[in-house]
């Protein structure tokens, strides 16, 4: 954690809050319909019923190489894919917890609203930590957007079923909590006024 690695340089010591630190890119060729599962594990990051999609996949109306134009991260993207019968929902578990919240890029050219959500637990159990509702921001998901999804708690999942069928995900990644960012900064400040008076 970045963080606690500049408190422990600095002599401090490190902030008490859990929050599993990632980046979730996708950067990688996936292969159509391969599910990302378990691909982000080495992180503390696992998914249910998120396909990877490899720009140039050759969907839509676009030339091949063009479908996810201006992702973050260019070569790949997340994709909720859900059958309705047998996959019914999906999840980002994250077992160490993400505390303060989540953030990522979206791209959906849908005309109806999705929602995420944090929980507590694992799979969507526990309690709900807060929500996020989104809009169509694309034609053809080649314009992305940042969005911040906050909650007050330690988030072990989000619930991804909102966003099924019609919405690209990129570059989540957690959010530290501000009130522990701040104690570390003013900690910080504190350690460089001693060692410049003495």
Do not use: C, H
Not at 7 to 17: D, I, K, N, R, T
Not at 94 to 110: D, H, I, Q, T
Not at 152 to 166: E, I
């Amino acid at each position: 954690m970045k963080l606690a690695t500049l408190a422990l340089a600095l002599g401090l010591s490190a902030p008490a809050f859990a929050s599993t630190t990632f980046t979730v890119d996708f950067e990688k060729s996936w292969d159509y319909g391969q599910m990302v599962d378990a691909s982000y594990a080495a992180s503390g990051v696992t998914f249910t019923n998120v396909m990877g999609l490899s720009n140039g996949d050759g969907l839509g109306s676009l030339p091949d190489g063009a479908y996810y134009a201006g992702a973050p991260s260019p070569q790949g993207v997340g994709f909720v894919q859900l059958d309705g019968v047998v996959n019914t929902a999906a999840y980002m578990n994250v077992a160490g917890g993400v505390e303060g919240g989540l953030r990522f890029f979206y791209s959906s050219p849908s005309d109806v609203s999705f929602a995420i959500s944090a929980y507590s637990g694992l799979n969507g159990t526990g309690t709900l930590l807060g929500t996020i509702n989104l809009t169509a921001n694309s034609a053809d998901y080649t314009t992305w957007t940042q969005a911040v999804l906050t909650f007050g708690g330690v988030a072990q999942s989000f619930d991804l079923t909102g966003a099924a069928n019609v919405v690209g995900l990129d570059n989540i990644s957690a959010v530290p909590e501000p009130s522990s960012v701040a104690m570390l900064l003013a900690g910080a400040t504190l350690l460089l006024a001693r060692r410049r008076r003495g």
